[in-house]
């Protein structure tokens, strides 16, 4: 649960927002940062889907046209199945539904991709995340030894099952979500998800 839930907007990335996400990259992930030319080449990929959370009252709290990134997420989907690149909340922000908003994008969209299963990787001390992550219906499969790196930190490998029985939401099942159905299009509400 949150301790003061925070209504956000979501929103694609942009470039215009690179020096606020490599700010957060530096605030969550420390010598493990991605750098400038890292997410540049990150978003140019095939298959990337990124998306930024700002305040749902940004404009009226900040004037029109600044728009300040609290948290961010991206998606890799492969054609079978799709792997959270990265999601990060501002620290100031956590624990207040932004992480939770985030993942929640990610596994609409790739239930929109009709992806069969959403894969992660997050850090085996991280317990607040992979709580969340748990609650969403990631299992945890294995730990991948020293997979952070410079840190040297081990991670669990989670799955999510998104054709689950009995799941109204799955790809597969008579209603779910399909392409082009508005999910995961960017407006809709790694490891520091909290």
Do not use: C
Not at 30 to 52: H, I, K, N, Q, S
Not at 158 to 168: E, K, Q
């Amino acid at each position: 649960m949150t301790d003061n839930p925070l209504a956000v907007r979501l929103r694609p990335l942009g470039s215009a927002d690179f020096d606020r996400v490599l700010e957060l990259e530096h605030e969550l992930f420390g010598p493990g940062a991605w750098t400038y030319g890292m997410l540049a080449d990150e978003l140019a990929g095939l298959g990337r889907w990124y998306v930024v959370a700002e305040p749902a009252d940004a404009a009226e709290r900040y004037g029109v046209g600044r728009r300040p990134v609290i948290g961010y997420a991206g998606l890799w989907f492969d054609g079978e199945v799709a792997q959270v690149m990265t999601l990060g909340t501002a620290r100031k922000y956590q624990s207040r539904g932004v992480g939770r908003a985030l993942l929640q994008a990610l596994v609409d969209r790739s239930r929109a991709l009709r992806a069969r299963a959403l894969f992660l990787e997050v850090a085996v001390d991280n317990a607040h995340a992979i709580a969340l992550y748990e609650q969403f219906g990631f299992e945890r499969l294995t730990i991948r030894k020293r997979y952070y790196q410079p840190e040297d930190k081990d991670a669990w490998t989670m799955r999510m099952d998104l054709a689950a029985a009995g799941d109204p939401d799955a790809p597969d099942a008579p209603g779910g979500s399909t392409p082009g159905d508005g999910v995961g299009d960017g407006t809709e509400g790694r490891g520091d998800a909290a």
